[in-house]
């Protein structure tokens, strides 16, 4: 079974448009969960979250977690084609990090 | 540079053949991890390390595969035998240890190792 779930798995949308990427997630002795973006090349760290309820930010793009429903949304406001990628999220379980498959979002020019 | 490289970057070989991958992580983290990655999918945990210490591996780790880390510092990752199946890329990552409540951090991972088995 998955222990992470990441929806939607594919997303195209406009510039300028904003965007909001979900991941649920199932993992024992949970402690973080973090978020990365995967273009052609290896992941780039976007965000790490340890607390419900505490938005982080960096420029367009947001995230936020809630432990209690095992969530997590990352949003991002007035897309640019350069946030064409996979966002995949991944929680910690013990000492390991288990990624979700990803959600590839396309911004059309 | 001082980020994580991996070597080689793209390697084709046979079925059957021996395949052996070097990571070299950011000098001043002791943690260091092996994953997996095939196309649509996400990076799948292998295996990691704690200075040479290694502390887990995945089931997805067959007797095929076998990863050190002698020193503390590089690390290799050797694939026996290979199959069709193995092809993916290799993507290794490394961290520092955080002691307290939250016992890992950020990692930075390399560009990994494409490997292509015909």
């Known amino acids: 079974e998955d222990k992470v779930v990441q929806s939607p798995l594919s997303l195209v949308v406009h510039e300028g448009d904003t965007v909001t990427l979900n991941c649920s997630y199932e993992?024992?002795?949970?402690?973080?969960l973090l978020w990365y973006k995967q273009e052609k090349k290896a992941p780039t760290f976007l965000f790490m979250l340890t607390s419900s309820g505490i938005e982080k930010k960096s420029g367009r793009l947001s995230s936020i977690l809630d432990k209690k429903e095992l969530f997590s949304i990352l949003n991002i406001t007035a897309t640019q084609t350069g946030d064409s990628a996979v966002y995949l999220c991944?929680?910690?379980?013990?000492?390991?990090?288990?990624f979700g498959k990803g959600t590839r979002l396309h911004i059309l020019p | 540079d001082t980020g994580v490289s991996q070597d080689p970057r793209h390697k084709i070989t046979k079925r059957g053949q021996n395949v052996t991958f070097r990571c070299d992580p950011i000098s001043e983290h002791n943690r260091l991890y092996w994953y997996r990655q095939t196309l649509g999918q996400g990076p799948e945990f292998l295996t990691y390390f704690q200075n040479e210490a290694q502390l887990e591996k995945s089931r997805l780790l067959s007797d095929r595969f076998s990863a050190e880390r002698p020193k503390g510092s590089f690390s290799t990752l050797e694939i026996q035998r290979t199959e069709q199946g193995d092809s993916a890329m290799y993507l290794c990552?490394?961290?520092?240890?955080?002691?307290?409540?939250?016992?890992?951090?950020?990692?930075?991972f390399g560009p990994g190792t494409r490997l292509t088995v015909l």
């Open positions: 991944a929680p910690g379980e013990d000492d390991k990090i288990i």
């Open positions: 990552a490394s961290s520092s240890e955080l002691t307290g409540l939250y016992s890992y951090n950020e990692q930075f």
């Open positions: 993992v024992t002795n949970f402690r973080s």
